[in-house]
């Protein structure tokens, strides 16, 4: 089995920052590609980041110069550092992964919760 825990989330204030970690536990082989998703109030899920096993990154434009996706494979954690916030990233944040246990899976995470207000 493979579990995926987000954590890092919170409220914060318009122009604040937050760093959101997601740490991968389980009987698996290995990890290949890793992503950030969210889903925002009364808007569908959407691809934030994602991270290649080598450490290759790419962003949705929306977060471009603002969000920075990195991972350690040897603790098989990804973060999502995320700079300059505003409303408009409030939102559930959830890990996802192509991982290998047998064969190759997707999965997710449980989600976790960021608000950017004042």
């Known amino acids: 089995q493979v579990q995926l825990v987000e954590s890092g989330g919170g409220l914060v204030q318009p122009g604040g920052s937050l760093r959101l970690s997601c740490v991968a536990s389980?009987?698996?082989?290995?990890?290949?590609?890793m992503r950030w998703y969210r889903r925002r109030p009364e808007k569908g899920r959407e691809l934030v980041a994602a991270?290649?096993?080598?450490?290759?990154?790419t962003y949705a434009d929306s977060v471009k110069g603002r969000f920075t996706i990195s991972r350690d494979n040897g603790v098989n954690t990804m973060y999502l550092e995320m700079n300059s916030l505003g409303p408009e990233d409030t939102a559930v944040y959830y890990c996802?992964?192509?991982?290998?246990?047998?064969?190759?899976?997707?999965?997710w995470g449980q989600g976790t919760q960021v608000t950017v207000s004042s």
């Open positions: 996802n992964a192509d991982v290998r246990l047998g064969s190759w899976g997707n999965y």
């Open positions: 389980g009987s698996f082989v290995a990890i290949n590609n």
């Open positions: 991270i290649s096993h080598a450490g290759t990154p």
